[in-house]
């Protein structure tokens, strides 16, 4: 089946411009997570949902960073006035549940370089 | 708070020869789940194997097995008979307790595995 797409895949963006990513889970899948991995660094937690829950957001790091997820499914990472701090690569995943045994499926993520 | 170790930024091995790549834990809840992945170069995380807390039995998938240490907090994995394609960046990875209402998984910051042939 259809695994976790993200897109764009790359994002060139002027400072000070704001961008939005795109997270496409798996089918059926409740639990969906962003993470942003900085060159040659782990995963830095930035939010998650868990079905109809309030999202976990206290790993955004300022309130430029917001994010939703739209009929339990598609969700959007929206960064306004982006910083050259911001550029990273953002990782989405998703799982069938979240926490126990289940693992997360990644997505190939979203380059953005901010210049 | 919980918290993941992994002290060995790279390694490499050998072709076919086996290799640890260590993780150590902290957390004061008894209950929690340790997760594997890995990363190539193409940058796609790829899960390869879990461990529950009260899973009385290491884990064990394929060419993969995780050296749970429970008293000792460890979680390592064992990659038997490597392979080229298994050079890539690995993670290790905790869930959170059941009881802490939160789904939030904290990483390793990773360890790079380079096999050589």
């Known amino acids: 089946g259809a695994g976790v797409s993200q897109s764009p895949s790359n994002k060139v963006t002027e400072k000070g411009k704001d961008v939005e990513l795109r997270c496409d889970p798996i089918?059926?899948?409740?639990?969906l997570y962003w993470y942003r991995q900085s060159l040659g660094q782990g995963l830095e937690f930035l939010i998650y949902?868990?079905?109809?829950?309030?999202?976990?957001k206290s790993g955004l790091p300022s309130d430029r960073f917001s994010a939703e997820r739209t009929g339990g499914s598609v969700s959007t990472l929206t960064i306004q006035r982006t910083q050259q701090e911001d550029s990273a690569v953002y990782l989405c995943?998703?799982?069938?549940?979240?926490?126990?045994?289940?693992?997360?499926?990644f997505g190939p993520g979203t380059r953005l370089t901010v210049t | 708070a919980q918290k993941i170790t992994q002290t060995q930024p790279g390694m490499f091995v050998q072709e076919k020869e086996a290799v640890t790549l260590d993780c150590t834990y902290d957390t004061s809840d008894p209950s929690y789940g340790l997760f594997w992945y890995k990363q190539p170069s193409s940058g796609e995380m790829i899960f390869l194997i879990y461990q529950g807390s009260y899973d009385q039995q290491n884990a064990t998938e394929g060419r993969y097995s995780l050296n749970f240490q429970k008293a000792r907090k460890s979680a390592n994995l064992v990659i038997s008979a490597s392979q080229l394609g298994d050079s890539a960046m690995y993670f290790c990875a905790m869930s959170p307790p059941l009881t802490s209402g939160t789904y939030k998984y904290i990483f390793g910051t990773g360890t790079r595995l380079k096999v050589l042939a």
């Open positions: 949902f868990q079905g109809n829950s309030a999202p976990d």
């Open positions: 995943a998703s799982s069938l549940l979240a926490g126990g045994p289940y693992e997360q499926y």
């Open positions: 089918s059926g899948h409740t639990a």
